[in-house]
């Protein structure tokens, strides 16, 4: 389950971050969560992993989850605690694996420092830093649902015992 408020303390990542560097091919032929959760971030920042707490949420800028199309990167940043991604674009195979795999993830041109609290509001497509609020693009319902619900394997079980 998902909650629509968000806050946590910001990671921030550039540019072009590729599913390579969320997690990296050798780590693929697991099924073991904790072993992606222990090397998120990985090929960009190592220690990554040891300083991610539960409930932080990683600020990046354009392309985010850029390359193949492993869903195990967002599965990597769930299971690191990562509770949300907030970037000015997603690549489309990576935002909607993100939603698949109920991690959260909103589009919006935000500027903060590492470290700062990052107040994001799911329903409004907001999110609040230092005072100053971004507007971002909005989920529509249909994606806010999958997300509350845990992601879409729990979704279409929710849907079979309505």
């Known amino acids: 389950m998902v ?27 697991t099924t073991d969560m904790q072993v992606f959760a222990d090397h998120a971030m990985e090929g960009i920042d190592p220690e990554f992993p040891k300083k991610v707490q539960k409930g932080d949420v990683i ?3 354009d392309n985010f989850g850029c390359g193949s199309s492993r869903e195990q990167a967002p599965l990597a940043l769930k299971h690191a605690g990562v509770s949300c991604v907030v970037a000015k674009y997603f690549a489309r195979i990576f935002f909607r694996n993100a939603i698949n795999v109920g991690l959260p993830l909103i589009e919006a041109d935000v500027e903060c420092e590492e470290g700062d609290e990052v107040e994001i509001n799911l329903l409004e497509g907001t999110v609040m830093v230092n005072g100053k609020t ?29």
């Open 59 to 61: 600020v990046a800028g």
């Open 3 to 29: 909650d629509n408020m968000i806050k946590g303390k910001a990671w921030i990542f550039g540019n072009d971050i590729d599913t390579d560097v969320i997690i990296p091919g050798k780590y693929l032929r």
């Open 134 to 162: 971004y507007q971002g693009n909005k989920l529509p319902d249909f994606l806010l649902e999958i997300l509350t619900e845990g992601g879409l394997v729990a979704h279409r079980k929710a849907l079979q015992t309505k």
